[in-house]
């Protein structure tokens, strides 16, 4: 077996691999599924890597590079095995072939979300190095079984769309600060793909969302502290519940100390469904 670059390898060799290494999970990505995860989070083929058997995908890590945190950032988008190769230590071995060339293109960080259930990846990330820097909830519910929001306390506010690339001075509406996949850059890098809607209070904006209408993906959501608890967050996620052409909603990677989020979400029965460590290492 031989590790290389995946710089000029053809999507659906990757997807092919992808579906192989991901045949025993729960969710399952189509081809153009994957194609739109990746241009999200930032993919670069020339700085992710593979250990191939003959012409054969059968480990990889689709990185994705950018900036997070003021520092050019490597982030681990994707890394899989296909069934009969686990156990060979093949996704260490690519991570470790990978850093020289990271570091030499200026990458200063590496940076991934696991699954805090996963103990095995997490013993293997805490011993290449990475540390925890912050805990996530994500959540999932069926459209179904969303509760019926209550408009009347919104009635003040206008829902507006803005776009979802530039909504606007809102970073201080946030109580922390979004994932790699949430992050105004990850929007900008797929912008076709979102909507933004604006609630307003005359010509002043109270609070925003933005959100992935073929995913049930809701990447950002928030409202001004000055205009919490008067209907304007409830006024929104009707509207993406109306907008919204996936048979179910999620928001993922929200920090788990920001109660806010949390409890407005459990209100409606979107409900945690586990958490996430975000790990980040140095290089």
Known sequence: MEIRSLAGTGHEK???????????????????????????????????????????IVAFTLNGTGSFGGLPTAYDTGTGTVGEYRGRGLATAIFEYSIPYLRGMGIRQYLLEVLQHNAK?????????????????????????????????????TLRPIDPADPGEVAGFRDFRPSWQNSAEAVRRAADDFVGLGAFRGEVLAGYCIFEPATGDITQLAVDRRYRRQGAGSLMLAEIMRLNSCDGIKVINTETTCLSITGFLESVN????GRQFEMVRRI
């Open 270 to 273: 979107i409900l945690p469904s």
């Open 14 to 56: 990757i997807y092919a691999s992808f579906s192989r290494a991901f045949a025993d999970y729960e969710m399952q990505l189509d081809s153009g599924q994957l194609a739109a995860m990746l241009r999200r989070r930032g993919f670069d083929p020339e700085l992710s890597f593979a250990a191939f058997d003959g012409e054969d």
């Open 121 to 157: 990846a997490v013993s293997v990330y805490r011993n290449l190095g990475f540390e925890v820097t912050r805990e996530f909830n994500y959540f999932r519910q069926e459209n179904g079984a969303v509760m019926n929001l209550s408009q009347e306390k919104g009635r003040e506010f």
